[in-house]
């Protein structure tokens, strides 16, 4: 199993950014698809952002599109997700997720390692 740590999170006001991080303890992350999931208070988890191992795939929620990026860094076992403009329903735990497979779909059901997530909270 990969074990994953999100950081980055925290309070920020409508328009303004964050980086979130996920570290991964795997050397070998370009094995692995890696997507960003949002739940929010009282809500389901769902997909922000995902990515292929090898970059050549990336999705994006209709709702992030043209303000958030992901990104991934295989050498430092790292992958990114950057967040600019950030809306009020932006916020909520963010869950890095893995998966040891091709990247086919951003839903949280086929990822099969989790990191314990990240508060990103925006206020005016």
């Known amino acids: 199993q990969l074990q994953l740590v999100e950081s980055g999170g925290g309070l920020v006001r409508p328009g303004g950014s964050l980086r979130l991080s996920c570290a991964a303890s795997s050397s070998t992350l370009d094995n692995y698809a890696i997507g960003w999931f949002r739940q929010a208070p009282g809500e389901e988890r769902e997909g922000v952002s995902c990515?292929?191992?090898?970059?050549?795939?990336?999705y994006y929620a209709d709702s992030v599109k043209g303000r958030f990026t992901i990104s991934r860094d295989n050498a430092n076992n790292t992958v990114y997700l950057k967040m600019n403009n950030l809306k009020p329903e932006d916020a909520g735990v963010y869950f890095c997720?893995?998966?040891?497979?091709?990247?086919?779909?951003?839903?949280?059901?086929?990822?099969?390692?989790w990191g314990r997530g990240t508060q990103v909270t925006i206020s005016s």
């Open positions: 990515v292929s191992p090898r970059e050549d795939k990336t």
């Open positions: 997720g893995a998966r040891a497979r091709l990247f086919v779909l951003c839903v949280p059901i086929i990822f099969n390692s």
